[in-house]
């Protein structure tokens, strides 16, 4: 079971989540639990590193940052064994959860769970503060915002759960963000490969590592809220999202729609450097120093030089690595043999999603008209196999989203 910070914020909430974690271990499961840092509180300890020194140290960083989940393991232990409940938390290093050492992002390399199931097997509860472990040189690690639902999915596999319940603040996996598209409709299976590109282009229900994980130890995730009644029966039959493989889909009795989801990320930067000369290597030259200092680049257009031997080449990448992005670029100049450089911050990617475009043509058509008939204007585009993505103006998102939801026929009935 894993709770997010919504649910861990404060002792109400803790108390509520004890009572949720108790009555799975009465209905005779043994429970590991894998909790959050409170709501708010990691991004209260990131400011702290930039404040204390803004070209910080990833290693410190993870020190002060992982601090927020050491909190809530310790507390929910406590409540529970207010309740009467055998418990115990379990941090990173103490399980251990051995990671790479690349801190901040760190992957998990293996989770030596003996220990683990040897306290489980004895009744007692395993509290497990999500998003950190612990490097080869002993050090504290974290995976990256959002890690806890790797964390949650990596014990699962370790421990051979039967399943992993991801508990948040909505109660499944929906078409679209619940909270900007009222219409938005609850999917009570999705695929791992929809909830995978879903959580890769802005989905923040699950981190995408968790999604690629559950899917390579096949793990059965379910999505539920943690905001039910005090006398809600135990998960096994809640109606929450359960992620499934494609043939399980088919077994099913749910239609299979054309787009699974429409996803929104205003976490991307555009930058256009122009008057590229036209020959081998120009892009290369670009691209390297990018990749070499691991600025992740998404989108990428250019155009075929008709006349001057000359074109412009745009790319988006992470916002938070613009300023870093611009600096190496600026440094490239002349090797690179651009003549401007612009770059702009307000820009958001929107993407649809469905396995079901494999197989039909018109999908991304219809985005385009759709978008076009609000005076939309796309930046750039970008598609996969089962993806359509278009850069537009961060202004218009919510906008966006909610026209294509329907023009998709995805909005719930009223
Ligand atoms: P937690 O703290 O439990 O990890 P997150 O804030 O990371 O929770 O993720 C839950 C949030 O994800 C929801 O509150 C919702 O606004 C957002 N979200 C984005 N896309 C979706 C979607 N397709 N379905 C459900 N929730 C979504
Ligand atoms: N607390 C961490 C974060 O806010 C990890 C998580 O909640 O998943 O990113
Ligand atoms: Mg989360």
């Excluded at 140290?57 to 929910?76: F, H, I, K, N, R």
């Excluded at 941090?91 to 050492?101: E, Y």
């Excluded at 097997?121 to 974290?142: K, M, N």
Aim: charged share 25%.
């Amino acid at each position: 079971m894993k709770f997010g910070g919504t649910s861990m914020a404060g002792t109400e909430r803790i108390r509520r989540v004890a009572g949720i974690v108790k009555r799975q271990q009465e209905a005779g499961h043994e429970v590991a639990v894998v909790v959050s840092a409170m709501a708010g509180e990691t991004d209260r300890l990131v400011n702290f590193c930039r404040e204390a020194n803004a070209l910080y140290d990833p290693a410190e960083y993870d020190v002060v940052v992982a601090s927020g989940e050491q909190v809530t393991s310790g507390l929910l232990a406590l409540t529970l064994q207010a309740m009467g409940c055998k418990a115990r938390s379990w941090l990173g290093w103490q399980v251990p959860i051995k990671t790479d050492d690349a801190h901040a992002k760190a992957r998990i390399e293996d989770i030596d769970a003996d220990a683990l199931m040897a306290s489980m097997a004895a009744g007692e509860i395993a509290v497990i503060p999500g998003f950190q472990g612990i490097s080869p040189a002993g050090r504290v690690t974290t995976l990256g915002r959002g890690g806890s639902d790797t964390s949650a999915v990596a014990v699962a596999a370790a421990v051979q759960a039967d399943r992993c319940d991801i508990y948040t603040d909505v109660d499944g996996v929906y078409t679209t963000d619940p909270r900007i598209v009222a219409k938005a409709r609850k999917l009570p299976l999705v695929t791992y490969e929809e909830m995978l590109e879903l959580a890769s282009v802005g989905s923040k229900v699950l981190q995408t590592r968790s999604v690629s994980l559950a899917m390579k130890e096949n793990v059965r995730v379910q999505v539920l809220s943690s905001f039910i009644d005090e006398n809600a029966p135990a998960a096994d039959t809640l109606p929450g999202t359960l992620i499934v493989s494609d043939e399980e889909l088919e077994g099913s009795d749910m239609e299979r729609q054309l787009i699974t989801g429409i996803a929104a990320d205003k976490n991307e930067a555009k930058i256009t450097l122009t008057r590229i000369a036209d020959r081998p290597g120009a892009v290369a030259s670009i691209f390297a120093p990018l990749a070499e200092s691991s600025i992740n680049v998404d989108m990428i257009i250019q155009n075929v030089a008709k006349d001057k031997g000359e074109t412009d080449v745009t790319f988006t990448v992470p916002q938070a690595d613009l300023a870093r992005a611009q600096a190496l670029l600026e440094e490239q100049q002349e090797k690179i043999g651009y003549y401007r450089m612009i770059a702009e911050g307000n820009v958001a990617k929107i993407s649809v999603v469905g396995v079901g475009m494999r197989s039909h043509a018109g999908v991304a058509s219809t985005m385009f008209k759709t978008l076009a008939d609000r005076g939309i204007n796309i930046i750039a585009i970008s598609t996969s196999e089962i993806k359509v993505s278009v850069l537009i103006d961060t202004d218009e998102t919510e906008l966006a989203v909610r026209v294509l939801h329907t023009a998709y026929g995805l909005d719930a009935a009223a």
